[in-house]
């Protein structure tokens, strides 16, 4: 077995993988540029809304390795919805508590049963939609730097994905229950993630620069009424 097919299982069983060296350093490079273009300050813990704000980003993400990573895991033509860059540094080092990734953005808000938690980000606007629609997604962290276990590195609990959207006593029996797995990378690498699979971050102990440029898919159209945002 091939490491990038040990990575798809991976995916499919603990609900993340890491896809190593996937990314060519000077791809890496470009994109950093482009992230970089548009922080509004070295020090900014992150940057929303890259696939409107950056062509190049864009089309990585429409076209690039990580659209094609995408298409593998969700066994669909994927759709590039969400863009966001990350980044610890010493004046942004903070800890991310246990938690899913349920919001979804759309172009505008329509009241549809079994969508709510209506939200607005830097002018999107955000819902939490169905567990089916969060089930039919993926997020990639493309790593546009190292990122050591002592600074401030993702963890998650395997197979998390499976139990759908908890509440908070349903995420404190699993923090309980289970044991976290910490995941550094490298610069180039791509960790792929389920957005309902329990993760958090600590506070990097060494915090240097630490940015991942982080891209949603949707593997699934949403019902009548609501578009992504990004379609």
Known sequence: MTESETALNDFSKDGFALFRAAVPEAEIENLALAVEALRPEKAAAGVRNLLKRSESILAFAASGIAHNIAARLLGCEPLPVRGILFDKT??????VT???????????KVEIDG?????????????HPPAAILENMVSLRIH????????????FL???????????????????????????A???????????????????ESPERRRVLHLEYAGTELPAGLEWAQA
């Open 90 to 95: 010493p004046t942004a080092n903070w800890y």
């Open 98 to 108: 246990w938690h899913q990734d349920l919001s979804i953005p759309v172009k505008d």
């Open 115 to 127: 969508y709510g938690g209506w939200s607005e980000k830097d002018g999107i606007t955000h819902v």
């Open 144 to 155: 546009l730097d190292a990122c050591a276990e002592n600074n401030g590195v993702i963890k």
């Open 158 to 184: 395997p197979c998390s994905h499976l139990a759908g959207v908890m509440d908070p006593t349903h995420i404190a029996k699993w923090r309980g229950g289970h044991t976290p797995v910490a995941c550094p």
């Open 186 to 204: 490298e610069r180039g690498d791509v960790l792929a993630m389920r957005p309902l699979i329990l993760h958090s971050s600590p506070v990097a």
